[in-house]
């Protein structure tokens, strides 16, 4: 609000926790669609992206998405209520990897408590799409290609979130700087969260010059004090440089990215071999109950599928052996290229001020830049 002396009052939302300073109000597609300050999100990361470090984002201004991955449909349910309690009024969302066992579970609990936003992937989202737009939240996918890209909006998916090949875990073949704007090209109508390499302002900066409408810092939030993460695991991606990652299908089947250390090298080196990958399909089958006549099959016909399904026990245990036990050697943490831009553990809030105070800078000085009228004849020689 402008007052009649000139001057400017920035009024936060009533629910909104004070900061010591806030960066003005920032309106993208994606801060429009879901009615936060800032466009940037927290994504769900198991044992990571816990109702209070969700709450932790909403409350800064952002926009944080539940893992219900390890969560069973009542601890779901539980966690949708706590978040409500820690950041009333702020929007949140929740994540359904619809591949993995239960996330459909999750998402119809999501759909009952009327979560204003539900992250698809792994999955045609069109049944959760329809039960959502009708109490007004809205689906954003997951996507890594426009393949997937076309199917989810075809299914009934508001916006994207496109994960490029710098990304912690799951991300593409695709780097974030051609992923983002050949997306955005493909389909302008649909808003766009980058997500894969950005921990940063001049991250926002350059994602929203890419056709980006918001970016998603996963390893930023995993490394705040808010953050559940192990702290030896949090002080091991601060010493780590953007270097210090390693990129294959070997560790849970589906192509990811990972912290670099023994374990890590030692499981993404090769496949288990032919016996220990049957020993293990069959003990994770009996652990998701699938009927145990589907695996031998599914083993001759659909052997990469099944090696997911065989991997799923073994990678849980060494993920949770660094992110939850601070094991960082021995276990085996999900972490993107953007470690190298991560120097401290800070606050949440201090994290969302400092990216949106630079990305303003940034823009401001690209204006500058490509404003000739302010720039002498020499200035202009030097751009």
């Not at 429009?32 to 909403?58: F, K």
């Not at 539900?118 to 890594?144: C, Q, R």
């Not at 099944?306 to 990678?315: E, N, T």
Request: glycine share 8%; aromatic share 4%; charged share 20%.
């Amino acid at each position: 609000q402008i007052n009649t002396s000139g001057t400017i009052t920035l009024h936060l939302p009533p629910t909104m926790k004070a900061a010591s300073r806030a960066a003005p109000a920032v309106r993208t597609r994606i801060t429009a669609l879901l009615g936060c300050d800032y466009p940037v999100l927290l994504p769900g990361m198991s044992w990571i992206s816990t109702p209070e470090l969700v709450a932790a984002v909403s409350n800064a201004g952002g926009c944080g998405i539940l893992a219900t991955g390890p969560l069973s449909a009542e601890e779901t349910r539980e966690s949708i209520r706590r978040i409500r309690k820690l950041a009333p009024g702020r929007p949140f969302g929740i994540g359904a990897t619809l591949l993995m066992p239960g996330a459909s579970e999750n998402a119809k609990v999501a759909i009952e408590e009327q979560v204003p936003l539900v992250n698809v992937s792994l999955g045609k989202p069109d049944w959760i799409a329809e039960a959502v737009h009708e109490y007004g939240g809205h689906v954003l996918a997951t996507v890594t290609n426009s393949k997937h890209a076309e199917a989810a909006l075809t299914s009934g998916a508001d916006a994207l979130m496109c994960t490029g090949h710098e990304a912690a875990a799951h991300g593409g073949d695709v780097t974030s700087l051609v992923l983002v704007p050949s997306l955005a090209k493909a389909f302008p109508e649909a808003p766009i969260v980058a997500a894969g390499g950005f921990a940063s302002g001049s991250g926002l900066s350059a994602a929203l010059s890419l056709g980006a409408d918001a970016i998603a810092m996963g390893s930023r939030f995993a490394v705040s004090k808010e953050s559940p993460l192990a702290l030896p695991t949090k002080e091991a991606v601060v010493r780590s440089s953007e270097s210090d990652t390693l990129y294959g299908k070997n560790f849970d089947g589906i192509p990811a990215r990972v912290l670099k250390t023994s374990a890590s090298q030692s499981l993404m080196k090769s496949r288990p071999s032919l016996p220990v990958i049957v020993y293990r399909a069959f003990q994770s089958a009996r652990e998701l109950n699938i009927p145990l006549w589907k695996v031998l099959p599914g083993l001759l016909t659909q052997y990469d599928k099944m090696f997911m399904v065989a991997q799923l026990g073994a990678a849980t245990k060494a993920i949770q052996a660094a992110t939850v036990d601070g094991e960082v050697e021995e276990g085996v943490q999900f972490i993107g290229q953007c470690q190298g831009l991560i120097e401290d553990i800070r606050s949440v809030d201090e994290i969302v001020q400092d990216v949106m105070e630079e990305a303003r800078s940034i823009t401001e000085r690209n204006f500058e830049t490509f404003n000739g009228d302010d720039l002498t004849t020499d200035q202009r020689r030097v751009v």
